[in-house]
């Protein structure tokens, strides 16, 4: 399984917007589908969006309405793109392979984790 690679992040005001990129995004043996993670110190990492195989996207309400999932499929690469940004979207942000279960368990990231992409947005 290959490790994905996170860019795009950095430093923006409130209001402001960014576009995440996630490079090697392709399906693995155990999953089928990408995630987008978010993790602040002291806080364990969370899932905020999601994009399956046939497209289909989620995002978490914290972020609903402000971020959305896209995907280029010619260049292996997903994208986050984030709208009128927050304070407490500041976060280092990461994507993996996760496995989507119909079950309504929570997506679980089957892949390695990489170095992530720092996102701040100050007020």
């Known amino acids: 399984q290959v490790q994905l690679v996170e860019s795009g992040g950095g430093l923006v005001q409130a209001g402001g917007s960014l576009r995440l990129s996630c490079a090697k995004s392709v399906s693995s043996l155990s999953g089928n589908g990408i995630g987008w993670f978010r993790q602040t110190p002291g806080k364990q990492r969370e899932l905020v969006a999601t994009?399956?195989?046939?497209?289909?996207?989620t995002t978490t309400d914290s972020v609903k309405g402000r971020f959305s999932v896209s995907a280029d499929y010619a260049k292996s690469t997903v994208y986050l793109d984030m709208n009128n940004l927050k304070p407490e979207d500041t976060a280092i942000y990461y994507c993996?392979?996760?496995?989507?279960?119909?079950?309504?368990?929570?997506?679980?990231?089957?892949?390695?984790w990489g170095q992530g992409t720092q996102v701040t947005v100050s007020s």
């Open positions: 993996n392979t996760i496995v989507i279960s119909s079950s309504g368990q929570p997506p679980t990231p089957v892949g390695p």
């Open positions: 994009l399956g195989h046939g497209g289909r996207t």
